[in-house]
């Protein structure tokens, strides 16, 4: 397979390939480190514990704690996804650098969260281009960001304030909503479909982000009460080219041994006529893993581990 972005070709301001260590975008550490500051969260930020790390909620006690601590290793999952230093993600490189290269796309974040994954992808985009690794091609967003928590909500708002005259910089244009979504709610589910939907005909490109959902899924056992609204969501994103997902999760039991079988499961009996799952072949499918360091952004000292677990998903319509 070749890559569109070999290791060689990713800049120092995101890969050390010597230190195999991986470094946020420049934007989204000054970004970031900006808010911490506007909102006094250092203090919170620096006493997170590696061993128990914040799930989220929906007060702004639990919103704080989840910024404050596990954004940056958010944001580094979705790059780790992007820029697959190691070569150990087989196409899903490729796949994304195509959606984001230029046009019209529509993102999905569903759960956005604070928008990490989202933004962290487009930062990246920006970076490279602004390496001149990739073409500076205009790139038209109309994101949704779809979360519960309002504070949550609040702060991809900020972000993408501060974010957006960096990404225009590089031709990257960006509309977003961000609106209250309830998975476990079908009217609530339907009218972020409906949000989408009405917008999505003049995008060409359709790209669904699911990231860190394991452990309201899982841990929180919600996975029965959210079946129905997330194949509702592939199946009204599918289309006949062009659309894809991308499911993101730290490489942990919850999410390799439990929710990501299950996903599989699901393509195979009843999800076949609008969900792909593009893996190498296997008698089992299996997510694909890596993992590395990376940089905290709050600290240019200190380093963490980031351990990824994904499943590329083209969303295409069979005609069985």
Known sequence: MKRLIPSRLIPISLWDD????????????????MLISRYDLWQL?????????????????????HFAQAFDGSSARAQLALLDP?????????DIIVILSGNKVSVTDAPCGAGAAAFALLANIAELRRNEVLPRMPLDIFMVGAEISEPAR??????LVELRPKLEAQAIFVE???????????????????????????????LLIIANFNGF??????RKDAERQIEELFRHLSSTDNSMAIWIEPNMNRATE????????????????????????????????????????LSDSNKSSVRLSIIPINLIRSRK
């Not at 609040?154 to 972000?159: C, E, F, L, P, V």
């Open 18 to 33: 010597k230190n195999m260590l991986l470094k946020l975008p420049p934007d989204i550490v000054e970004v970031y480190q």
């Open 45 to 65: 930020a620096n006493s997170r514990n590696p061993k128990n790390p914040p799930t989220g909620g929906l007060t702004q006690e639990k919103t704080d704690e």
């Open 86 to 94: 190691k070569n150990e993600l087989a196409e899903i490189s490729n």
């Open 154 to 159: 609040k702060y991809a708002q900020d972000i």
């Open 176 to 206: 977003a909503i961000f609106r209250e979504w309830d998975v476990t709610c079908s009217l609530s589910n339907t009218d972020l479909i409906q949000c989408i939907t009405q917008r999505v005909m003049d995008y060409n490109k359709r």
């Open 217 to 222: 899924l899982e841990k929180e056992r919600k």
């Open 258 to 297: 439990s929710l990501f079988p299950w996903i599989f499961k699901k393509v195979k009996e009843f999800w076949s006529r609008f969900v792909i799952i593009k893996l190498e072949s296997k008698l089992e499918p299996m997510p694909l893993n890596t993992s590395t360091e990376f940089r905290l952004p």
